[in-house]
């Protein structure tokens, strides 16, 4: 168990690390200002084959998926690293990109639904993409409860990071299904044998560059919310201990 009491040195740097955690938040709320003109203002709306309007979701749609996928990885990193050092500092940032992960992954799911309904006049097909993203869904739910289930932190921590890395190999295998096999999802970007399919439009240089400021804004949030919740996870760490010294000296 880590030392519930912080030596003065400590305490500065936990407070310089929530002073970046603000600032980092601040500077990814202005992103998003500006992306949401970027989006609504600036780029300009889809024909009527990729959805009109409805077309503008799109850089949510990718930045919310780059997040959803890209902290399944970040999860089975800190797994790696959990299970060479079982340091439990790794297993927080496992934890909190997981839960930070069920977030954008959601965002996928409707956002997809809601670009989805105009395009190809239903909310939902089983697609075996879109099935396949609604199953990294559930994953990351089990994995949640996976964690709610074991009470010993290194147990927990060792399941845990064991099946973070087991489910991360769906992200390249959800990366590649639309580009290899017949889907109604259009792979926008990369060659792929489903380029003419419903929803699917060319990326100009002007909508590339408000997806890439998109992506960049998403990614800012995601470190801001690791960051913040990973302190979270520190904080009933430190109480849990105070908790257990506190019964130790009764």
């Given amino acids: 168990m880590e030392s519930a009491i912080q030596p003065p040195a400590a305490a500065t740097r936990i407070?310089?690390?929530?002073q970046v955690t603000r600032a980092i938040g601040l500077a990814a709320a202005g992103m998003l200002a500006v992306a949401l003109v970027m989006v609504f203002v600036i780029a300009p709306s889809g024909d009527v084959r990729s959805g009109g309007e409805a077309q503008r979701i799109f850089y949510f749609h990718v930045s919310s998926a780059w997040l959803?996928?890209?902290?399944?990885?970040?999860?089975?990193?800190?797994?790696?690293?959990?299970?060479?050092?079982?340091?439990?500092?790794?297993?927080r940032r496992a934890h909190a990109s997981a839960e930070i992960g069920v977030l954008f992954i959601t965002l996928t799911l409707l956002s997809g639904m809601l670009w989805g309904r105009p395009t190809w006049n239903a909310w939902w097909t089983w697609d075996f993409k879109l099935t396949l993203s609604a199953l990294q869904f559930?994953?990351?739910?089990?994995?949640?409860?996976?964690?709610g289930g074991i009470e010993n932190p290194e147990q927990r921590a060792r399941f845990a990071s064991v099946y973070g890395i087991?489910?991360?190999?769906?992200?390249?295998?959800?990366?590649?299904?639309?580009?290899?096999?017949?889907?109604?999802?259009?792979?926008?970007?990369?060659?792929?044998?489903?380029?003419a399919e419903q929803g699917g439009f060319g990326?100009?240089?002007?909508?590339?560059?408000?997806?890439?400021?998109?992506?960049a804004t998403f990614t800012l949030i995601y470190v801001f919310l690791l960051r913040w919740r990973v302190r979270l996870l520190e904080r009933e760490d430190e109480l849990a201990a105070r908790k257990a010294a506190l019964i130790e000296a009764t």
């Fill in 68 to 91: 959803g996928f890209g902290a399944w990885l970040v999860t089975a990193f800190c797994g790696v690293r959990y299970l060479q050092t079982r340091d439990l500092r790794w297993d």
């Fill in 138 to 147: 559930l994953m990351y739910v089990a994995y949640l409860m996976l964690r």
């Fill in 166 to 195: 087991v489910g991360a190999l769906t992200v390249p295998l959800n990366f590649l299904v639309s580009r290899v096999l017949q889907s109604i999802h259009p792979a926008v970007f990369g060659p792929s044998v489903n380029a």
């Fill in 203 to 215: 990326v100009s240089s002007e909508r590339f560059v408000i997806l890439l400021f998109c992506l």
């Fill in 15 to 18: 407070q310089s690390r929530e």
